[in-house]
């Protein structure tokens, strides 16, 4: 069974920082792209960043130079640091990994943190 735990979401005004976390726990063999995805109220999901297990990154058009993803040690973590956040970055943000738990690689997601920005 393999789990993803979002931390770190919250009411913040615009301008402010906030930092996410993502946390990977199971039966893992290896980690392959985690990302950070976001929906907000009537939206589709939509893709905010991803970082491979090379570290190479990508990011939504709309937070480039704002945001950041990076991945901890263990290689089974990764952050989300957001900065200058805006009222339209408010939504709930979903970690996602390619997870490879010796028998298959499944994409998992975690149960989602709400990011709220204010004007």
């Known amino acids: 069974q393999v789990q993803l735990v979002e931390s770190g979401g919250g009411l913040v005004q615009a301008g402010e920082s906030l930092r996410l976390s993502c946390a990977a726990s199971g039966s893992i063999f290896s980690t392959n792209v985690m990302g950070w995805y976001r929906q907000a109220p009537g939206k589709q999901r939509e893709l905010v960043a991803t970082?491979?297990?090379?570290?190479?990154?990508n990011y939504a058009d709309s937070v480039k130079g704002r945001f950041a993803i990076s991945r901890g040690n263990a290689k089974n973590t990764a952050y989300l640091q957001m900065n200058s956040l805006k009222p339209e970055d408010t939504g709930v943000y979903y970690c996602n990994a390619e997870i490879n738990n010796y028998a298959y690689t499944g994409s998992y997601w975690g149960q989602g943190t709400q990011v709220t920005v204010s004007s």
């Open positions: 970082i491979t297990s090379g570290g190479s990154t």
